[in-house]
C-alpha cells in the first residue's frame, strides 16, 4: 500500500453528456498538505467537494507528525475543509476507499493496536460481499 505524492495541482476537464450537467473541472490536490493558502482559493468556483479516504489509512505513519497516522492527518484535514468559512456553502462529500483491503490488515493488526480507545467491531470479513 503505498502512493506516489502529487507534485502540483491536477486539473481535468470532463468531456461528455453525463458530467455536463454537473461539473466540467475536477481539481485533484493528492496529498498535499502543505500550506493550504496556496490552493484553497481553487475552492471558490466549485459546487461540490468529493474527499476520499483511505479506511487502511490507521497503520500507515503520518507525514507530519511521528505519533499520528494518515487517517488522523485525513482526518484534521476534512475538519479543515468542513470548518472553513469559504468552504462553508459548498457540499463535501466523503468516500471511504480501500474496503476490499480491510480482510488482509485486519489479518495483521488490530483498530485497537492504533487506537487504544476504540470499541467498535472489526474482523477479518469487514469489506466481503455478504
Known amino acids: 500500500m503505498c502512493s506516489q505524492k502529487t507534485q502540483k495541482n491536477i486539473f481535468l476537464r470532463f468531456l461528455g453528456s453525463f458530467f455536463h450537467a454537473f461539473a466540467n473541472r475536477l481539481i485533484h490536490l493528492g496529498q498535499q498538505n502543505g500550506d493550504r493558502r496556496k490552493w484553497i482559493h481553487l475552492f ?6 468529493f474527499f476520499f479516504a483511505s479506511l487502511t489509512d490507521f497503520i500507515e505513519s503520518g507525514s507530519t507528525a511521528q505519533f499520528k497516522s494518515k487517517m488522523d492527518e485525513s482526518l484534521d484535514f476534512f475538519l479543515f475543509l468542513l470548518n ?27 483498530v485497537q493496536s492504533v487506537y487504544e480507545n476504540y470499541e467498535g467491531i472489526y474482523t477479518a470479513n469487514v469489506g466481503k460481499p455478504l
Open 44 to 49: 471558490e468556483t466549485v459546487n461540490a467537494i
Open 84 to 110: 472553513s468559512v469559504c468552504l462553508s456553502k459548498k457540499d463535501i462529500i466523503i468516500f471511504f476507499t480501500k474496503m476490499d483491503l480491510l480482510p488482509e490488515v485486519f489479518e495483521k493488526t488490530s
